[in-house]
């Protein structure tokens, strides 16, 4: 009895050997498996209004010519164009104490008021708009002045961007305040501009239909495609499974959406329905940013270079044979090009000064070894 259960104890440890050991062996993962792998596994999804926005929902501005008063010795050194928009100011104010032909105050008469200045005012509306009586930042710019430090901007009427247009669509007034001590020239009065129309932004067409902008960094046809398979999914889900297809792609860049009937009267909630649409955050992290002035280079994770040899002040870098670098060796695999980035923390072990790794960057492009696009900022 004790020897038939050696033998039913040692055959069950050989099972688990064998079963250990033919786990092992299926976790033995290729190269190529791993990859797709490790690209999959940072893949996660995202709500829609993380990539696009809906047009005809942008942001625009108003803007006009204004007069700040009550400075201290900054304002304009030539007064007339100043004493003529005072003059005008004054006019439509309602004052006829002047001695023009309608009661209007003409320059010359104004030639003693000083510790004035013209400015140009400009007060951005926000993508949704703004209605009547809601009141706003505006910001003010000297034309003239070598400072608007303790003035006060008087009523300043703010037209929008078309010339053309002459329609007021807001009122300027109030304090100024320095945006920078060192830019006296520049400020902004806090809520002193005073919508006096309202401003809407429509976002649907005549037909029924919405279009959608791909925000920059994610403009890409992999992105739009992937945006309307998850559109399409979305209202086949509404529609409980009918084959419904209210998105295509125009570009790269622009989606159409139909609205579906059962929203044509509802479309902001429709809107709110479809901006929580999950979309795969699948694109390559494959993007280069570059700051000259700040010495800044950001690298995407997945930016990768060809084969090459590099050689900076005595040092030699090389990614086609890591063994052959010189101090330093670079992360790479025989069947993939060498990442971007791991050359970068060679180089950065190595104390070389990020202006240098950004020249060196820079000429890996230019030999079009640089798997990826370098965007530059200021």
């Known amino acids: ?74 304002g304009d050194s030539d007064l007339t164009p100043t ?88 009122l300027a007034s109030g304090p100024v305040e320095l945006a920078k001590k060192d830019i006296p020239t520049r400020g902004y009065v806090m809520k002193g501009c005073r919508i006096e129309q309202t401003i809407r932004n429509p976002f649907v067409t005549q037909d029924g239909k919405i279009f959608l902008v791909i925000n920059e960094g994610h403009k890409d046809w992999r992105m739009a495609q992937e945006i309307v398979f998850g559109v399409n999914n979305l209202e086949q889900n509404i529609n409980r499974g009918t084959s419904g297809q209210i998105a295509k792609a125009i570009d ?22 479809l901006m929580e649409t999950p979309i795969v955050d699948s694109l390559m992290n494959n993007k280069v940013v570059i700051n000259r002035n700040q010495g800044l280079i950001v690298i995407g994770s997945d930016v990768e270079i060809g084969p090459v040899v590099i050689n900076h002040n005595g040092i030699k870098v090389e990614t086609a044979n890591p063994e052959a670098s010189k101090f330093v060796t670079v992360d790479t695999q025989k069947q993939y090009a060498t990442r971007l980035k791991d050359l970068e923390d060679a180089l950065t072990t190595l104390k070389v000064p990020a202006t240098d790794i950004i020249d060196i960057v820079e000429a890996l492009h230019h030999q079009g070894k640089v798997y990826g696009e370098l965007i530059y900022v200021n």
């Open 1 to 74: 009895m004790n020897t038939q259960m050696t033998r039913q104890l040692a055959s069950l440890i050989i099972f688990a050997l064998l079963v250990l050991l033919g786990t092992s062996v299926e976790a033995q993962v290729s190269p190529t498996q791993y990859s797709s792998i490790d690209s999959q596994r940072f893949q996660i999804n995202r709500p829609l209004s993380d990539f696009v926005r809906v047009k005809g929902q942008e942001g625009n501005y108003l803007q006009g010519i204004g007069l700040v008063v009550g400075l201290k010795g900054t």
């Open 83 to 170: 004493h003529r928009a005072l003059s005008l100011m004054l006019k439509h104010m309602g004052n006829n104490s002047g001695s023009g032909p309608g009661g209007e105050y003409l320059p010359e008469e104004l030639k003693n008021i000083k510790n004035m200045a013209l400015v140009l005012v400009r007060a951005n509306i926000p993508a949704e708009g703004a209605e009547e009586g809601d009141f706003i930042d505006c910001e003010v710019s000297s034309l003239g002045a070598k400072s608007l430090a303790g003035g006060t901007l008087a009523i300043s009427t703010l037209q929008g961007p078309n010339p053309h247009d002459k329609t007021v669509w807001a």
């Open 252 to 273: 790269q860049k622009t989606i159409e959406i139909t609205i579906p009937p059962q929203y044509k009267e509802e479309p902001v909630f429709f809107v709110s329905i």
